[in-house]
């Protein structure tokens, strides 16, 4: 199958999260099954910057041309690049004034939120340069609101467009949370027919709102995990779009991201001490006691070492943990945190740390090579989420050995095994439903109980670690996705 994919950000050239990481392993993914795949994102300044760094910059692959955004003319270039490591093309979309900001999601120089006018203009341009190209998709694969336009032109604009008609359209939300709602008087920027807007289509509660546009016009919804493709369709997980979600409930379906497992995989993990398996974990003890080191615990510490790492952010529950903290760190346990975010939460490390510098200790900014080695140091991996839609550290954790200690929400529901007490053959973690202090603090010390269980503790190791979080699994799902998409379209 000929298919496109169309992203805000791609990883490696520019990334902010989880998205970043999908748009990329999917269609490598997806190539390596054989289908004709491409990518689409901006060129971001960190894109450029991505290439200047290693002295390459992406080929031309069409002279500039123009676009038209309620009645202004923008022109537009566009480069072509692969994939590091793969024959998967990325076509990026250039256009300095709206691409070369400091940051992916920055706003213009007057401080204003000019994203839908930046997203639409890649999606016009996207399209316009497929049929310059004379390449069309069989399938149209957008991610989370920002190329929201596209899988709305292809429904509506369909009796003026032709080219459309043979393309359908799939939404992949990465993030319910993230919506894209801007003012009403914005319209005219999607250059869509009125009755778009008059029949409610692309507005909500008031407002333009770009997923809810892209939820009605997709031919197919999927999102990150089949926990979360349900928890959507409910009010307190939709995020004020549950009624649209239950309506489309027929075309949505949940499937759990992969996993890079070569990027991730403790025996050639470069930024190790030391490398190990599930067959001989010695290597583990090896980064263990590194850890050990860089957090100031002492190096042959027996107490169960707790790791966390990811986005100071409401989401992600570390107020949860750090409320925890001192009655976890009384009982005998070590935390090592590494993330940055909201100035709140890195206060409160920082005077955790103040307090129980034997106990916790606070990294604060983005360091991958610390992540890697928190994930193979530490004994168990702790994720308080308020809610998660797939959530990777958890896989990540299991790979390394690392037992997580999960709330039981969206992917995290999905891919760790809580253990009952009975089913030691194949639990890989430990769940708990509350997100209060009071219920991570009791699954923890639970945890810890089994963690002294040598043996016990080793099964759930050797389990996590047996678990398969490869990509391969995943793109089977989307194959059966895009047949159901060009199915319902009465295509072949
Ligand atoms: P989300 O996309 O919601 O941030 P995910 O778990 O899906 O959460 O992905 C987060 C990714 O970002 C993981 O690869 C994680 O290791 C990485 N990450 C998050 N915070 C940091 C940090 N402070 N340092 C290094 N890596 C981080």
Known sequence: MRISHLSSEVSPFAKTGGLGDVAAALPKALAASGHEVDVWMPFHLDAARWFRKRAAWPDTLLSPFRVSILGAEHEVGLLRATLPGTTVAVTFVAHDPLFHRPTIYSPNERGQDDDLWRFCLFVRAAVEAMKRLGRRPQILHTHDWHPALAPMLGAWSSYRDPWFDDVASVLTIHNVGYQGVYGLDQFGVLGLPPETLTGGVVEHAGALNMLKGALVA??????????????????????????????????????????????????????????????????????????????????????MIVGAVGRLVPQKGFDVLFEAAPELIRRGVRIVVLGSGEPALEGSMRLLEAHAPRGFRAFLGYDDRLSHLIQAGADAFVMPSRYEPCGLTQMYAMRYGTVPVVRKTGGLSDSVIGFTGQNAEWATGFHFEDPSPHALAAELLRAQNVFFHRDLWHRLVANGMRADFSWGRSAAAYELVYRRAREVRGLP
């Open 218 to 303: 997709a031919d197919m919804i999927t999102t990150v995990s089949p926990t979360y493709a349900w928890e959507i369709t409910t009010p307190e997980g939709g995020a004020g779009l549950d009624g649209v979600l239950r309506m489309r409930a027929g075309r949505l379906t949940g499937i759990l991201n992969g996993i890079d497992t070569h990027e991730w995989d403790p025996t050639h993990d470069r930024y190790l001490p030391a490398h190990y398996s599930r067959e001989n974990l010695r290597g583990k003890r090896e980064c263990r006691a590194e850890l050990c080191r860089v957090a100031g615990f002492e190096p042959g510490d027996p107490s």
